[in-house]
């Protein structure tokens, strides 16, 4: 029985929304499984290769944006930008962890009150969460203008 790969939910929502960057992804990915070839594997299987698709996509959209041609002359200001650029990694990384509570199904209200508690008991705010699963979905950054960033 032959079964192809259909990326589902979550996944098949972030290679659409980096289709423009699928030259990356697809490198990526052809590195990863190329290192796993080599590192002894004899078969790759479903659950791996998925892992290395997850692997590859997460990268590319937590990717820093592109810094500007000229980068910040100012010392503070570019280890600024890097810290930025860590925190908003690290809130990707929660928002996956909230979609895995409250999934991308539910409306923002609904996923409110499936969130509630879990934020309550990490320490941040219902906002925060949501924003964060927000960006997971998305991948935009604006999604965390006003919360986190």
Do not use: N, W
Not at 85 to 103: K, R
């Amino acid at each position: 029985m032959c079964r192809s790969f259909a990326p589902q939910g979550t996944a098949a929502r972030a290679l659409i929304a980096l289709s423009s960057r699928s030259g990356d992804v697809a490198e990526l990915i052809t590195r990863r499984l190329a290192a796993l070839a080599h590192s002894g594997l004899k078969a790759l299987d479903e659950p791996t290769v998925r892992a290395v698709v997850r692997q590859a996509v997460r990268a590319v959209r937590t990717a820093p944006p592109v810094p500007p041609a000229d980068p910040p002359a100012d010392p503070a200001l570019a280890a600024l930008r890097r810290v930025v650029d860590e925190l908003t990694a690290s809130t990707y990384a929660i928002g996956e962890l909230m979609l895995e509570i409250a999934p991308v199904y539910l409306s923002d209200t609904d996923a409110a009150d499936v969130l509630a508690l879990l934020c309550e008991k990490i320490g941040e705010p219902l906002e925060h969460g949501l924003a964060a699963r927000r960006y997971a979905m998305s991948g935009d950054r604006r999604a965390l203008h006003g919360t986190v960033l």
